[in-house]
């Protein structure tokens, strides 16, 4: 059984994969539903990883508290495809990420401030 400290969590829209973040080691781990690790993401623009949100396209968005990034993944937790917003557009220790589908925006709530950001999609 795999033991570690789960800081938030998602799940893919088929339900097949499981996303954890673990702050204290600054990781994002995809398993299987039936707990088999799948891939471990590191970053140095993702320290202290907070929350995770999975959209209905399967685009897996992290926040990096301490780095001040939202970051994007590929849908299997395995590849970074973007930073998404930093510190420059904003962002003071985010903590709360998800993806608004009838704004088309990404709504981010921060735990350094009393702000909730949107970050309209292009």
């Known amino acids: 059984m795999l033991s570690f400290a789960v800081s938030n969590c998602a799940v893919s829209p088929s339900g097949d994969t499981l996303f954890f973040t673990n702050n204290s080691h600054h990781k994002v781990l995809s398993l299987a539903r039936d707990g088999t ?11 202290f990883t907070a929350g995770i949100h999975v959209t209905a396209q ?5 926040c990096g508290g301490v780095s001040h990034t939202i ?12 930073t998404l917003a930093t510190r420059k557009d904003g962002l003071c220790y985010p903590h709360a990420v998800c993806y608004n589908r009838s704004t088309v925006s990404i709504i ?3 735990s ?3 702000r909730i950001l949107a970050f309209p999609v292009k």
């Open 37 to 47: 690790v799948h891939h471990t993401f590191t970053d140095p623009d993702l320290q």
């Open 71 to 82: 970051i994007q993944l590929d849908g299997k937790g395995k590849k970074k495809l973007a």
């Open 112 to 114: 350094g401030c009393n």
């Open 58 to 62: 399967g685009q897996v968005l992290v």
């Open 108 to 110: 981010v709530g921060q």
